[in-house]
């Protein structure tokens, strides 16, 4: 899969899974998050089992020990994995999710570090 960047915020990867787990939410459907690739302000990279359509309305929820909250977004694009990288269990495809809402970059605090080499 050959992806450009089209992000203009910064990414952070995150360094350590925060204590919860991730679920995305489309109105047909329910799945399990298993493995955030990176984050930013409005967008968040993830690996899932699902083809998902462009422009899909979606949610991006989080529930751990003391926190639960969802962010609405959209699908803004998703493309299968190539074959050497399904093997880990993750996801057979890779989706950028676009929030509509800074929130949950804010929520995970100290989850995450910065790397200007990703921007």
């Excluded at 925060?18 to 409005?42: H, M």
């Excluded at 899932?48 to 949610?59: E, F, N, P, S």
Aim: hydrophobic share 40%; aromatic share 8%; proline share 6%.
């Amino acid at each position: 899969m050959v992806s450009i960047e089209q992000r203009i915020h910064p990414r952070y990867p995150l360094v350590r899974p925060p204590e919860g787990e991730f679920q995305l939410l489309t109105p047909t459907a329910r799945y399990v998050i298993k493995v955030i690739n990176n984050i930013s302000s409005f967008g968040i990279r993830i690996y899932v089992d699902a083809l998902l359509a462009d422009r899909l309305k979606v949610a991006v929820e989080f529930t751990g020990p003391q926190i639960k909250l969802a962010v609405n977004g959209t699908v803004a694009w998703c493309a299968a994995r190539e074959e050497n990288q399904k093997t880990d269990g993750s996801g057979r495809f890779l989706a950028g999710i676009h929030l509509f809402s800074p929130m949950l970059l804010t929520a995970l605090s100290g989850a995450y570090q910065s790397d200007q080499t990703l921007s």
